[in-house]
């Protein structure tokens, strides 16, 4: 079986040059995120804020945490000190939040909004009309200390690659309508799409991001 660094070597090597690698080490050992680490992965993606504080708090500073996972409003103060970008933006609440708690650690956090896409029932994401109106929300720009930068979405858990190559490209096709609503406070740049099943297609549809576990870690 290849190793974890083997595995990271491969996945770099296959990377279009606009597309970054996240290792997701959800429930991944230390010892495995420092391999990974070693390897010269440098953007880990973790699902829930108790199991990222404590791996951050143990692993080198410069390691860029996103969170990929459902984030809770009442959770956002615990991250909010050393997030790079949460992924998972689905509501101007949560928004609200992270922009007080950034206030708090004087610092601008980036955020995607987390679309839905997939054609399963799935619990989290934001609608076309949702996400539009975040985008056009008085409240949004008095945020000072958050920014979107993107959107994020999840392709259905199926074998049909077609289906997964529709979904990403109606994803595409929202980013690049979004950006006419770009200002101080939004601005589309990041494509976080594709995981180790679909992330070729995904970059192929123009992802700037992929969020990568079990191809590197191995299945769970």
């Known amino acids: 079986m290849p190793s974890i660094s083997e595995n990271i070597a491969l996945l770099e090597k296959g990377l279009k040059q606009e597309t ?6 959800k429930t991944k050992p230390v010892e495995a995120l420092l391999e990974a680490y070693s390897a010269g992965s440098k953007r880990f993606g973790e699902n ?18 996103h ?3 459902h984030l809770q409003t009442n959770k ?14 689905d509501s101007i609440k949560l928004l609200k ?4 708690e950034a ?26 009309e949702e996400a539009i109106e975040i985008l056009n929300s008085s409240e949004l720009g008095s945020l000072e200390n958050i920014k979107i930068v993107g959107l994020m979405g999840m392709a259905s858990n199926t074998d049909n690659n ?20 770009e200002s101080a406070h939004i601005e589309m740049k990041e494509l976080s799409m594709g ?10 549809e123009g992802s700037t991001l992929i969020r990568v576990g079990s191809a590197i870690f191995g299945s769970r």
């Not at 404590?54 to 692993?59: R, W």
């Not at 490209?169 to 609503?181: A, I």
């Not at 995981?195 to 192929?204: N, P, R, T, V």
Request: charged letters at 30%; a neutral charge.
């Open 20 to 25: 970054k690698l996240i290792a997701v080490t």
């Open 48 to 65: 829930k804020v108790q199991e990222m504080v404590s791996k951050q708090e143990v692993l080198p500073k410069d390691i860029e945490w």
């Open 67 to 69: 969170m990929i996972g």
């Open 76 to 89: 956002v103060k615990y991250i909010a000190t050393f997030v790079t970008l949460v992924h998972s933006v």
């Open 97 to 100: 939040e992270i922009n007080k």
């Open 103 to 128: 206030i708090k650690n004087n610092r601008t956090i980036d955020c995607l909004l987390q679309m839905y896409i997939a054609r399963e029932e799935t619990k989290f994401g934001l609608s076309e």
């Open 162 to 181: 077609e289906i997964i190559r529709s979904e990403f490209q109606g994803l595409k096709g929202l980013f690049e309508s979004f950006k006419k609503y």
């Open 195 to 204: 995981m180790s099943g679909d992330y070729e297609i995904a970059m192929e």
